[in-house]
Nanobody, 122 residues
Framework: QVQLVESGGGLAQAGGSLRLSCVAS????????VGWFRQAPGKEREVVAD????????SYADSVKGRFTISRDNAKNTVYLQMDSLKPEDTAVYYC???????????????WGQGTQVTVSS
């Protein structure tokens, strides 16, 4: 019912910035809780940040707090991940995910984008 497309990935140097975008179609984006995930080679997928339907509530992985900012523009059906002060360990494929339900304070993600590669050089 929802299709997600990520963009904005690429190559950055340590200390640089990138902004990822996740554009949704198929349903009003404001109805979904949205999260950004990442997966590096040989590592498990992890939650980077998430944002509530209204954008009031956000959360971040400890590793990115103070450096990454998640936001949304429901009028554009878009969620952003602003990544500043990038580190080589941020290198991963980043995925956008969306869900319409929350169970035990945890979003259930039903829809996923194709991913966008972020590479940070030393």
């Amino acid at each position: 019912q929802v299709q997600l497309v990520e963009s904005g990935g690429g190559l950055a140097q340590a200390g640089g910035s990138l902004r990822l975008s996740c554009v949704a179609s198929g349903r009003t984006f404001s109805s979904y809780y949205v999260g950004w995930f990442r997966q590096a080679p040989g590592k498990e997928r992890e939650v980077v940040a998430d944002i509530s339907w209204t954008g009031v509530t956000t959360s971040y992985a400890d590793s990115v707090k103070g450096r990454f900012t998640i936001s949304r523009d429901n009028a554009k059906n878009t969620v952003y991940l602003q990544m500043d002060s990038l580190k080589p360990e941020d290198t991963a494929v980043y995925y956008c995910a969306a869900g319409s339900t929350v169970v035990v304070n945890t979003p259930v993600y039903d829809y996923w984008g194709q991913g966008t590669q972020v590479t940070v050089s030393s």
